[in-house]
């Protein structure tokens, strides 16, 4: 198969790594890449949607794997599908998951997933009377679209959540912001691949969504991650399978909005049982630096039978068995990020290998025979061992061995 790949990601180089284990691969092509991905694919520099069509037409591809949220929330995946072109990744409608807050949370309501309590409101003097007039503190207020993470505030009391109200709901002809009931637990990361049917269970993981130690700082796309999520037992993977995977799959289809492409379910694990945060229309990052080194099977075979229709599957059938071993993920990100991250400088020691490791690229860029630090997340470098103790060793000796004038990352991951 030639396979051509969306994104520029550490996400998109781990896929791209996993793409490149499928005996069925042919070629890899990414767009636009990055300089990790470019070791597994012929990266095109396309330079708008029209000339990306007729590089997929000239090229013979086979199968378009979409990676980010906005081109899927875009409708890309509706667009080459009318084109004939066959491609992995969720409808502009369903990808509405991701893309609307209030969306997701009325479509767990009509499908009963569990869920925080929740209300979207539009108007302002709405939203804020009903703050006033709730007896309940502690809000999430959350702006209903996609945000690049910079959407979500959680407020401890009700002056903190009408600030919030003001700071993000400023377009009164807008999407407005959904206000939900702050719940607790430890929060847990679940991952299907589903076809419109059917789905297939492809791991969890737990992320650190803080910029420093100790969850401190803003919160930023994900700092670090472990695989499989601790706090998540067989038992409670399979309740979060059976309460929300299925249910959503189901309830998709029966709405007329078949669910294809990877699932990301965001849970916290109450008292009162798994609830849904958020879902996502993508597989995480770094989650996917984390849970794709541990896949045994072929996720390029099973991303062609999702875009088909065609992934007989459940928990116990999988095709995608994991590696019974862990991994734990540091971000290696440039000083200032998520706010403004200086970047520029040369990355040194990424030659070197250590047992056990793997460096993925997220911001990076090539410059001759350097590699520049030119984003905000620069590297992920995943660790894996029998148990955490050894993925995390191994993960922060690697990352010891890379160095560059203003890199940052947290030293707690997966402790
Ligand atoms: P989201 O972008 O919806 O995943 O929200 C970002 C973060 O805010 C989550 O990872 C949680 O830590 C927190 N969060 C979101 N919704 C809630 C909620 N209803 N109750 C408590 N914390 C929440
Ligand atoms: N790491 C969180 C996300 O990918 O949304």
Same mark, same amino acid.
């Given at each position: 198969m030639k396979v051509l790949l969306i994104g520029s990601g550490g996400r998109e180089h781990a896929l791209a790594a996993a793409i490149a284990r499928s005996p069925l691969l042919d070629e890899l092509l990414a767009h636009p890449g990055n300089a990790g991905i470019a070791e597994y694919a012929r990266c095109l520099d396309c330079a708008d949607e029209s000339a990306l069509f007729d590089a997929i037409e000239i090229e013979g591809v086979d199968l378009v794997v979409i990676g980010p949220e906005a081109p899927l929330v875009d409708g890309l995946a509706d667009r080459l599908g009318a084109a004939g072109v066959a491609v992995f990744g969720a409808s502009q409608r369903a990808a509405m998951l991701e893309g609307s807050k209030a969306f997701a949370r009325e479509f767990c309501d009509r499908h009963n997933i569990p869920q925080p309590a929740w209300r979207h409101f539009r108007k302002r003097a709405d939203a804020i009377a009903y703050v006033e007039n709730h007896t309940d503190a502690a809000h999430v207020v959350k702006a209903d679209g996609l945000a690049a993470g910079k959407g979500v505030i959680v407020a401890d009391d009700k002056a903190e959540t009408i600030a919030a109200i003001n700071t993000l709901l400023t377009d009164e002809d807008g999407a407005g912001v959904v206000i939900e009931e702050r719940i607790s637990g430890v929060e847990a990361s679940l991952f299907a691949i589903a076809d419109g049917t059917n789905a297939v269970f492809i791991g969890t993981a737990q992320d +650190? *969504?803080?910029? +420093?130690?100790?969850? *401190?700082?803003a919160n930023t796309g994900g700092m670090g991650a472990v695989s499989p999520a601790p706090a998540l037992t067989a038992e409670l993977t399979e309740e979060a399978w059976r309460e929300v995977v299925e249910k959503t799959i189901a309830g998709m289809r029966a709405e007329s909005m078949p669910y294809q492409g990877f699932l990301y379910a965001g849970l916290m694990l109450t008292a009162d049982g798994i609830k849904v945060i958020e879902f996502n229309c993508r597989f995480g990052d770094p989650e996917a630096q984390a849970i794709l080194p541990r896949i045994e099977g072929d996720l390029l075979a099973a991303m062609r039978d999702a875009s088909q229709g065609n992934l007989g599957g459940n928990l116990e059938k999988t095709s995608l068995s994991l590696q019974d071993n862990v991994a734990v993920v540091v971000v290696m990100a440039n000083q200032g990020y998520p706010e403004k991250a200086v970047s520029g400088a040369v990355i040194n020691g990424l030659a070197e290998s250590a047992p056990n490791t793997l460096v993925f690229h997220a911001g990076t860029t090539q410059a001759g025979a350097d590699i520049i630090a030119s984003g905000g997340r620069v590297l992920a470098v995943t660790g894996l061992g029998a148990n955490q103790t050894e993925a995390r060793k191994n993960a922060y000796a690697r990352v010891g061995t890379i160095a560059w004038d203003g890199v940052f990352y947290r030293r707690d991951i997966g402790g």
């Amino acid at each position: 198969m030639k396979v051509l790949l969306i994104g520029s990601g550490g996400r998109e180089h781990a896929l791209a790594a996993a793409i490149a284990r499928s005996p069925l691969l042919d070629e890899l092509l990414a767009h636009p890449g990055n300089a990790g991905i470019a070791e597994y694919a012929r990266c095109l520099d396309c330079a708008d949607e029209s000339a990306l069509f007729d590089a997929i037409e000239i090229e013979g591809v086979d199968l378009v794997v979409i990676g980010p949220e906005a081109p899927l929330v875009d409708g890309l995946a509706d667009r080459l599908g009318a084109a004939g072109v066959a491609v992995f990744g969720a409808s502009q409608r369903a990808a509405m998951l991701e893309g609307s807050k209030a969306f997701a949370r009325e479509f767990c309501d009509r499908h009963n997933i569990p869920q925080p309590a929740w209300r979207h409101f539009r108007k302002r003097a709405d939203a804020i009377a009903y703050v006033e007039n709730h007896t309940d503190a502690a809000h999430v207020v959350k702006a209903d679209g996609l945000a690049a993470g910079k959407g979500v505030i959680v407020a401890d009391d009700k002056a903190e959540t009408i600030a919030a109200i003001n700071t993000l709901l400023t377009d009164e002809d807008g999407a407005g912001v959904v206000i939900e009931e702050r719940i607790s637990g430890v929060e847990a990361s679940l991952f299907a691949i589903a076809d419109g049917t059917n789905a297939v269970f492809i791991g969890t993981a737990q992320d +650190y *969504k803080r910029a +420093y130690d100790g969850d *401190k700082g803003a919160n930023t796309g994900g700092m670090g991650a472990v695989s499989p999520a601790p706090a998540l037992t067989a038992e409670l993977t399979e309740e979060a399978w059976r309460e929300v995977v299925e249910k959503t799959i189901a309830g998709m289809r029966a709405e007329s909005m078949p669910y294809q492409g990877f699932l990301y379910a965001g849970l916290m694990l109450t008292a009162d049982g798994i609830k849904v945060i958020e879902f996502n229309c993508r597989f995480g990052d770094p989650e996917a630096q984390a849970i794709l080194p541990r896949i045994e099977g072929d996720l390029l075979a099973a991303m062609r039978d999702a875009s088909q229709g065609n992934l007989g599957g459940n928990l116990e059938k999988t095709s995608l068995s994991l590696q019974d071993n862990v991994a734990v993920v540091v971000v290696m990100a440039n000083q200032g990020y998520p706010e403004k991250a200086v970047s520029g400088a040369v990355i040194n020691g990424l030659a070197e290998s250590a047992p056990n490791t793997l460096v993925f690229h997220a911001g990076t860029t090539q410059a001759g025979a350097d590699i520049i630090a030119s984003g905000g997340r620069v590297l992920a470098v995943t660790g894996l061992g029998a148990n955490q103790t050894e993925a995390r060793k191994n993960a922060y000796a690697r990352v010891g061995t890379i160095a560059w004038d203003g890199v940052f990352y947290r030293r707690d991951i997966g402790g």
